[in-house]
């Protein structure tokens, strides 16, 4: 992150300009990508042709032309336009349910890691019962009991989803608190959350941010599954799993409702492993995407 | 275990919301809604009703079902089958492109084979299982019409045909992740010692990898498979929608929107009992693959 060689005068762009070179091609590959994403969402209603929730029943199931790049849906909206707009819903929804988790997942861990004992020992039992439910079963089961919507998809994956990353955490908290310079913060009388986040955090935390990036993917994936199955977002919002919910009762005559959405889950997934690859082998190999 | 079904208690019997209520839309008054929860056992302590619950799951009595009115063990029992055989065969399936591939992976490490089979596996993990069942449906089902689009035909031939879109729809989900795993642990492997001896030997690379890699990497890719357990099985809660076969998942899914909270209950305790039941069968089966995790 930080360049020492660097004369005072480089502006930041330089800096900047220095640190992606330095990256690897997947990393870079992948950040363009998720950056053009990111702009298609933040730009959405300059970018898209219509408005996403406007119904035109001159052109009902019309196939992709020149006016309509992915072709319309059963009530003639403009599929581009949708998929731009999901963008925005999908990302907003994957960071959330990415991030949220995490931040308490690791600190969590990591306390369990650094204290152990009985603290430690109720948090493993806890993750223990919690991984052994399929991730989407359990989901289903909150939901069902929560009813379906946006803010209760959030609730079951903040319930969830810190897990993974409290086992992560207190796993490489457990062998940073037997390094030297943990014992010298322990000698200077440091307090415990001290040392934890300002010494221990920073060290653990990387293979969180690594098996973050596949997460996120593993997360839109999720939540487009269900709205997929009806629990998640109701529409017509558009969102990427219930577009394709809604075009698969169309398959027979209109393929490109259901299909074209997928390709916009595809590539954002595509470009978040690649960034996680990227990041797993910058951060150095023990650290592990899921893939 | 015993974990499992307190959470599977709870969090079925401490939520906000009335079942009863819900589930008759406000039709019935409170005395009616009183007397059901009697009838049900559900207005004694927590605790107790805790206690019969676990006490009959032992017994293999998981509840009546609310609206199919028929025992939860019955109708589960019923549905296992189809989800079991469709894991298996897209077990099966994920290997058998997964070995080769990741054998060509180890082969050509860095080179571009290799960086193919890398990308090729990261756009494969990004793709939603449902809509790759919907793809396959379309180019197989509808257009070439080579395989049926939905349920689960009679007989052992016609089940296989049947399941095969749905367990090449799990198995590229299943097979980046195992193609990826087993790649590296060949990698690891072949920096052991005994590899430079059969390269001294004089041993041709493709003979290395196949007869002495192979067979050692194979261990972490069980543990990946029995890891992995969990996202197959809600691969296969999707799948099984999707497709519209008779299995758990979409037995879930069908009780969830008639909020047939018995069914839940039982479902969700069957599913985790599924993945502690594999990952037990998995640190067996290495004494299987590895003769030395027995002396250990």
């Not at chain 1, 119904?55 to 599929?79: K, V």
């Not at chain 1, 969102?239 to 595809?266: K, N, Y």
Request: with cysteine; glycine share 8%.
């Amino acid at each position: 992150m930080t360049d020492v060689s660097v004369p005072m005068s480089s502006s930041v762009f330089a800096i900047a300009g220095g640190e992606i070179r330095s990256w690897s091609p997947s990393l870079k590959i992948g950040g363009a990508i998720m950056a053009a994403i990111v702009m298609a969402a933040i730009f959405a209603p300059w970018i898209a042709p219509f408005d996403p929730n406007a119904q035109d029943f001159t052109a009902i199931l019309m196939p992709p032309n020149r006016a309509h790049l992915f072709g319309t849906d059963n009530l003639g909206r403009d599929i581009f336009s949708r998929v731009i707009y999901g963008a925005r819903i999908d990302l907003v929804i994957g960071f959330l349910t990415t991030y949220v988790p995490m931040t308490y997942g690791v600190v969590l861990g990591a306390y369990a890691g650094y204290l152990g004992g009985r603290f430690d020992g109720v948090l493993m039992r806890v993750i223990d019962v919690a991984m052994a439910f399929p991730f989407l079963v359990l989901i289903i089961v909150i939901l069902a009991i929560l009813g379906p919507g946006v803010q209760n998809i959030y609730i079951a994956i903040f319930i969830v989803a810190w897990t993974m990353y409290a086992r992560l955490a207190r796993a490489e908290m457990m062998v940073e608190r037997t390094k030297d310079y943990m014992t010298a913060a322990e000698i200077l009388g440091f307090p415990k959350s001290r040392i934890i986040f300002r010494h221990g955090l920073p060290n653990v935390i990387n293979s969180s941010i690594v098996f973050s990036a596949s997460d996120f993917v593993l997360n839109i994936v999720l939540v487009s599954s269900l709205s997929f199955i009806g629990l998640g977002i109701q529409p017509p919002d558009p969102e990427w799993g219930s577009m394709i919910s809604e075009g698969r009762d169309f398959m027979r005559q209109a393929w490109w409702i259901a299909t074209l959405p997928g390709f916009a889950i595809v590539l954002t997934g595509t470009a978040l492993a690649l960034i996680g690859d990227g990041l797993a082998s910058r951060l150095g190999e023990r650290h592990h995407t899921m893939i | 275990m015993l974990g499992v079904t307190i959470c599977v208690f709870l969090t079925v019997h401490l939520v906000p919301g009335d079942p009863i209520r819900i589930m008759m839309h406000g039709r019935i008054g409170d005395k009616e809604v009183a007397a059901i929860y009697q009838q049900l056992g559900m207005d004694r302590p927590l605790l107790v009703q805790y206690f019969d619950f676990l006490r009959h799951a032992l017994a293999g009595n998981l509840g009546t079902s609310l609206i199919q009115k028929a025992p939860v063990t019955t109708l589960v029992l019923e549905k296992m089958w189809p989800t079991l055989m469709l894991l298996g065969f897209s077990a099966v399936l994920a290997v058998q492109f997964a070995v080769p591939l990741a054998l060509i992976a180890a082969f050509y490490r860095n080179r571009w084979p290799d960086q193919v089979i890398r990308l090729g596996s990261i756009v494969g993990f990004a793709m939603p299982s449902y809509w790759i069942g919907l793809l396959l449906m379309l180019c197989f089902g509808l257009w070439l019409g080579w395989f049926p689009i939905s349920g689960l035909g009679d007989g052992a031939v016609e089940k296989l045909h049947h399941l095969f879109l749905p367990s090449l729809t799990i198995s590229l989900f299943l097979g980046p992740i195992l193609v990826q795993s087993l790649r590296s642990s060949m990698l690891d492997v072949l920096t052991s010692e005994y590899i430079e001896v059969a390269r001294a030997k004089g041993l041709s690379e493709w003979r290395i990898l196949i007869k002495h890699v192979l067979r050692n990497a194979l261990i972490p890719v069980i543990t990946v498979l029995a890891v992995n357990i969990s996202w197959l099985l809600s691969g296969a809660v999707i799948v099984e929608y999707v497709f519209g076969l008779p299995g758990l998942g979409s037995l879930l899914v069908r009780s969830v929107g008639y909020r047939d909270y018995p069914l839940i209950q039982g479902l969700s305790l069957v599913f985790a009992a599924l993945v502690v039941i594999v990952n037990l069968l998995a640190d067996l089966s290495y004494m299987l693959v590895d003769r030395r995790v027995l002396k250990a």
